[in-house]
């Protein structure tokens, strides 16, 4: 349950910092997590994973507003990929930044002890 609860918590703070600081708060906020919570081993999967959920709920949001799909087809168009590529990168792009993110500061942190 505490582990659910952190990862609710960590998306909602990557949904957040994204909509106020945008793409750039990805790597910072999982950073900052990592460098907070050295004791887990599952600190990169974690970070990850709430970015993916975090960037869905803005997605999701998004989609509600306007016309999401139209762009998602046109954008595949340019990139000849389907719709559905275009939201799994979309997906993609904040999970791995958040992962690689989390090793990089795990790794400074427990260098430095």
Known sequence: MMQLSRLV???TAFAIATF???WWAVPLVAAGYAAITT???SVALVSGVSAML???ALLAITASRGPIGTLAVELGGVLNMR???VYAVTLAFP???AISAAIVARALVSRGR
Request: cysteine-free; charged content about 5%; glycine content about 28%.
């Open 54 to 56: 975090g960037w869905g």
């Open 20 to 22: 106020v600081a945008g």
């Open 83 to 85: 719709p559905m590529g």
């Open 9 to 11: 918590l960590l998306a």
């Open 95 to 97: 999970g791995l930044l």
């Open 39 to 41: 004791a887990q081993r």
